[in-house]
């Protein structure tokens, strides 16, 4: 669960993981949500996903604290937030 992906730490399951591409695969989703981004790690391997299945989509991805290296990317929209604490 400490894996990077393009310098930033990416926590998530390598199972996990396989079971996301194959989702991105079938559903070809144009838009992926993401609840914690951590450093971003996660969000720029979606966002790379969806290129990579030729999908002109977005990733949107919440969490409770900004980046501390902030992501520009078209295709990245960040949110600040709480989960626990929906409208």
Not at 29 to 49: H, N
Request: glycine share 8%.
């Amino acid at each position: 669960m400490k894996s990077r992906y393009r310098g930033r730490l990416c926590q998530k399951s390598p199972f996990d993981m396989v079971v996301y591409c194959q989702l991105i695969q079938t559903l070809l989703p144009q838009t992926i949500i993401e609840i914690g981004a951590k450093e971003g790690g996660s969000v720029l391997w979606f966002t790379d996903m969806q290129s990579n299945h030729g999908i002109k989509g977005r990733v949107v991805s919440v969490d409770i604290n900004p980046l501390s290296r902030p992501i520009t990317d078209d295709r990245i929209n960040f949110r600040i937030g709480n989960a626990l604490d929906l409208p």
